[in-house]
């Protein structure tokens, strides 16, 4: 008002889009008042994540790669099933990019540890957390080794409740976290509703048979398909990136 009255243009409302991108995890916990979650898939053209075998190092580019390990370096937690913990033995550092390392969340209803883990052998920074419905062997777990549990309620089915493992993440002081599971727990999420935001990197390959990226979510018609309410795309190396904000009230 000061600067019409004194004969200056003014303009509001500039790039309010690319703005709420940019703070998308803030107005989200704001709405939401639970932590931020983002979904990461890196998969194939034809939907893969992996080939029957179960291979699926390298799926994405290096140039993705490194954006992922920056996603999380700007999140407080990265998540991941026990699938992904037993197979893959990941790191989840930001090793790629510059930025502190998150939380690291390993979610199962029934947690076995294999005989050699990453996040359990090397949790020096104490930022390895067990989220489980059940009382997990401290033995297998190197006699806790710092590690922070989290005894999470079991849904019907007997798996993890989502909910009540977000309300942990958030009474915990973890804001955001990033979902880099496979199949199961990314279909998890989305069948909860309970994604903020979806990063898909997909690379130019074709694998044929081999792991969906996402299970059956249910949806047997087109016009109850996830839609975006924002969405945008960038190349990243070779492989093409889809970031999307989805709909859930649609």
Same mark, same amino acid.
């Given at each position: 008002r000061v600067l019409r009255k004194a004969g200056i243009n003014v303009s509001n409302g500039l790039m309010s889009q690319e703005a709420a991108r940019l703070n998308d995890v803030y107005f989200g916990i704001v709405d939401?008042?639970?932590?931020?979650?983002?979904?990461? $898939?890196a998969q194939s053209l034809d939907g893969r994540i992996a080939t029957l075998s179960g291979?699926?190092?390298?799926?994405?580019?290096?140039?993705?790669?490194?954006?992922?390990?920056?996603?999380?370096?700007?999140?407080?937690?990265?998540? $991941?099933?026990?699938?992904?913990?037993?197979k893959d033995n990941p790191k989840l550092t930001t090793r790629m990019a510059k930025g502190k390392n998150p939380?690291?969340? $390993?979610?199962?209803?029934?947690?076995?540890?294999?005989?050699?883990?990453?996040?359990?052998?090397?949790?020096?920074?104490?930022?390895?957390?067990l989220a489980t419905s059940s009382n997990p062997d401290h033995?297998?777990?190197?006699?806790?080794?710092?590690?922070?549990?989290?005894?999470?309620?079991?849904?019907?089915?007997?798996?993890?409740?989502?909910?009540?493992?977000l309300a942990k993440a958030w009474e915990f002081g973890i804001k955001s976290i990033l979902v880099e599971g496979g199949a199961q727990?990314?279909?998890?999420?989305?069948?909860?509703?309970?994604?903020?935001?979806?990063?898909?990197?997909?690379?130019?390959?074709?694998?044929?048979?081999?792991?969906?990226?996402?299970?059956?979510?249910?949806?047997?018609?087109?016009?109850?398909?996830?839609?975006f309410r924002d969405f945008y795309r960038f190349r990243s190396g070779v492989d093409e990136v889809f970031v999307g904000y989805p709909n859930w009230s649609k």
């Open positions: 939401n008042q639970r932590s931020y979650v983002t979904l990461k $898939i291979d699926s190092k390298w799926i994405s580019s290096e140039e993705s790669r490194k954006f992922v390990h920056a996603l999380r370096s700007e999140s407080d937690a990265v998540l $991941i099933g026990s699938g992904t913990f037993k939380y690291r969340i $390993i979610v199962s209803a029934n947690l076995k540890a294999p005989k050699r883990s990453f996040l359990i052998d090397h949790n020096k920074d104490h930022k390895t957390i033995k297998s777990f190197r006699n806790g080794n710092g590690l922070t549990y989290w005894n999470v309620t079991a849904n019907s089915d007997n798996r993890i409740d989502l909910k009540d493992l727990i990314a279909t998890s999420f989305l069948n909860e509703k309970l994604v903020d935001k979806i990063i898909i990197i997909t690379a130019p390959m074709v694998l044929g048979k081999g792991v969906d990226t996402i299970g059956d979510l249910g949806i047997n018609k087109i016009s109850k398909a996830i839609v």
